[in-house]
């Protein structure tokens, strides 16, 4: 029960892969959940399968591409909640959204799409939960789901990789302006993780490159994600927690 009596919103939380393990990983631990997303259908399955384990969770939907629906969330979770004590954002990726091409060929609608569903809207979610937090007094967590590609070139992903840097750079800049009042924002970085994107688009033969030797699971983001946002990291701000299965910190030789 790390999470407790917390009050929690998590954007892109009705998906099959990290979005609805964490749903569900959050309200095993305690946290009463608003499950936004696009899928009015996805955030309702994410919030039964919260409430069948025995949890509380409310389905709502937004996209986060709208300004006016990223306030329209934040606002809901505090009104069904009666608070907001933790924020999460899961909406991201490039080849869900566009093509993946080599830099030269990316058209300029394309990395605006790229900007508008990794950063632009974490951006704004993260200034309405400030708000919230300021305004309640009482501190509060952001953990956005990052990726490698943030530190580690993703070659046909060049806006993808620019976007998810951009998040651990909002955290520290949160960190440094917030840590006062309590707040604090951290990256949960992944690497290659077993959801129907990953499994559609990387090469099998990747895995062999993956100290690991396997791809990594929904379930292991999200237990970083609830670390992350629990009391248990309250002196963590700022920092990108990665969960690659050892693929960043192994050279080319040997
Ligand atoms: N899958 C991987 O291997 C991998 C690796 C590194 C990082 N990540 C990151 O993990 C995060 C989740 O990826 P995932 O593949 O597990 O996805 P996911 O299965 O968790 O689904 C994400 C959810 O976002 C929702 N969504 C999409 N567009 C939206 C919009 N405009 N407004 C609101 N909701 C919207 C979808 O309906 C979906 O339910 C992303 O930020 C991605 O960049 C994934």
Redesign the pocket.
């Known amino acids: 029960m790390q999470l407790r009596a917390k009050r929690a919103l998590v ?2 939380g ?7 393990a964490t749903t569900e990983a959050f309200g095993n631990e305690g946290a009463a959940v608003v499950v ?4 009015p259908r ?1 955030a309702e399955e994410a919030a039964d399968a919260v409430r069948a384990a025995g949890g509380t969770a409310y389905p709502i939907s ?4 709208s300004a006016t629906d990223i306030e329209a969330m934040v606002a809901g979770a505090v009104e069904k909640l009666g608070g907001l004590d933790v924020l999460v954002t ?4 490039q080849v ?1 959204f566009v093509p993946a091409v080599k830099l030269h060929e990316m058209a300029d609608e394309d990395w605006d799409t790229i900007y508008e ?2 950063l632009r809207y974490v951006a704004r979610a993260v200034r309405a939960a400030l708000r919230v937090f300021l305004d309640q007094g009482t501190g509060g967590t952001i953990v956005s ?4 590609t943030g530190f580690m070139a993703a070659p046909e992903q060049a806006a993808y990789g620019v976007m ?1 840097a951009g998040l651990l750079s909002l955290a520290r800049t949160v960190a440094a302006e917030y840590a006062r009042d309590g707040i604090r924002m951290n990256v949960a970085a ?4 077993a ?4 499994n559609a688009t ?1 090469d099998a033969e990747v895995v062999e490159e993956i100290p690991a030797g396997r791809f990594g699971r ?1 379930e292991e983001v999200a237990g970083a994600v609830v670390y992350l946002a629990s009391d248990a990291a309250s002196y963590i701000t700022g920092q990108q927690v990665v969960l690659d299965g050892g693929v960043s910190v192994r050279g080319p030789f040997g």
Not at 62 to 65: E, H
């Open positions: 954007i892109g009705g998906g099959g892969g990290i979005g609805r936004a997303d696009l899928d996805r937004g996209d986060v591409r899961v909406v991201g990726g869900a569903v990794n789901v990052g990726s490698v998810k992944a690497g290659a993780i959801t129907a994107v990953a990387v929904s």
